[in-house]
């Protein structure tokens, strides 16, 4: 079977199952294991750090600090408002994809995002 881009990103946003590519966690990061204190809206599973590279991708900003465009050091804390902001978002998405009549995932952060911080609201003139 093709796997499109988009349902790469779907795949990951949608955080099913889990996928052997994943086990080993986050590169450079606290390791296996580590404990996740402050998850309100994602399930804490092996599909928590690809979401998140989803996002990094979705925003385009692997040149703005990649994961630390929304977090700090520690990855618990809620000091940035882009993750406060990016929560938001998680379940804006859930909501909006729970209107559609097919219960499948249609809307991802890429659906608006397409690479920018900032979507466009307007078509370029
Ligand atoms: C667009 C913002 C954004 C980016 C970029 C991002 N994250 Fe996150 N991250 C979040 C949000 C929001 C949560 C909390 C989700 C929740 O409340 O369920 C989170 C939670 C986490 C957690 C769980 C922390 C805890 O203990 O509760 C880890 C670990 C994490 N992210 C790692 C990463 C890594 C690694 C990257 C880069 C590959 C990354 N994040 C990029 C927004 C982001
Ligand atoms: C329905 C369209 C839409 C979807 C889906 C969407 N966003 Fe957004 N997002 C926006 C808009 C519009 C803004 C700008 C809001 C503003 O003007 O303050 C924004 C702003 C943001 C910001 C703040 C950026 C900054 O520099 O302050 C973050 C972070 C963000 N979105 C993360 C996400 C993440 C993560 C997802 C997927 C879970 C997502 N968004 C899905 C429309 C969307």
């Known amino acids: 079977m093709i796997f499109p881009m988009r349902t790469l990103l779907i795949a990951a946003f949608v955080t099913l199952g889990s996928f052997a590519l994943v086990a080993q ?35 385009g900003v692997g040149d703005k600090g990649g994961c630390n465009f929304c977090h700090e050091q520690e990855r618990a804390s809620d000091a940035k408002m882009t993750k406060v902001m990016a929560r938001m978002m998680i379940t804006m998405a859930k909501d909006i994809n729970s209107k559609f009549p097919d219960g499948k995932v249609h809307v991802t952060c890429y659906t608006c995002h397409r690479g920018s911080e900032m979507p466009l609201t307007e078509p370029p003139q």
């Open 25 to 59: 966690g986050p590169p450079g990061g606290k390791g296996k294991g580590a404990p996740h204190t402050n998850l309100k809206v994602l399930p804490d599973d092996a599909n928590l750090i690809p979401t998140m590279r989803s996002f990094v991708a979705a925003l």
